[in-house]
């Protein structure tokens, strides 16, 4: 079983940053891809960013991009995001997601997920 352990979160004040870890671990640990999400209260879960491990190719919503930066490193099978310019539009639940086969851009496309973590952006 693949487990996904996520860290980071809590409350900033609008133009603040945060920064969000994952963690994996488990059965011999070698997904495809890795990716963020995120649920705002009333809405859906939405996509964020996503990585590949192997050459390490970046995907992001349109909502962060130029603020937000995926990362990773393989070493520790951890997963990064920084988030830069916070808005409060970005308040919302963040879900660490893993693919084994495809990069994870949509929740149907995620094999593991981990548990949530609230990122508060006050005005």
């Known amino acids: 079983q693949v487990q996904l352990v996520v860290s980071g979160g809590g409350l900033v004040q609008a133009g603040g940053s945060l920064r969000l870890s994952c963690a994996a671990s488990g059965r011999t640990f070698r997904s495809y891809a890795m990716g963020w999400f995120r649920q705002a209260p009333g809405k859906e879960r939405e996509f964020v960013a996503a990585?590949?491990?192997?050459?390490?190719?970046?995907f992001y919503a349109d909502s962060v991009k130029g603020r937000f930066s995926i990362s990773k490193d393989n070493a520790k099978n951890t997963v990064y995001l920084q988030m830069n310019s916070l808005k409060p539009e970005d308040t919302a639940v963040y879900y660490c997601?893993?693919?084994?086969?495809?990069?994870?851009?949509?929740?149907?496309?995620?094999?593991?997920w981990g548990q949530g973590t609230q990122a508060t952006v006050s005005s």
């Open positions: 990585i590949r491990w192997s050459g390490g190719r970046t």
């Open positions: 997601a893993a693919s084994d086969t495809v990069v994870p851009v949509t929740t149907t496309t995620a094999d593991y």
